[in-house]
């Protein structure tokens, strides 16, 4: 697995919109699709919130695809 660094300004990203930002969905509703069926992981915990608060530290997993979330 890879892990992608995700630089972001402000204090936190909502799980859906990283997940388009880091492109492991292409659209919202793919986005959505992949947070309601248990596919994606935060921190290692299955996460369903798609507008979950991702702040720096955070790591968010789906499919072979690791997005770490960092504070510029």
Do not use: H, P, W
Not at 22 to 50: D, F, H, P, W
Not at 58 to 64: A, I, L, T
């Amino acid at each position: 697995m890879s892990v992608e660094k995700i630089y972001i300004d402000d204090e936190f990203i909502k799980l859906d919109s990283l997940l388009k930002f880091g492109g492991a969905a292409e659209t919202g509703g793919q986005a959505k699709i992949l947070v309601q069926s248990g596919q994606v992981y935060l921190n290692g915990e299955v996460c369903t919130q798609r507008g979950k608060k991702i702040k720096s530290g955070d790591r968010v997993s789906v499919d072979d695809k690791i997005l770490e979330v960092l504070k510029r």
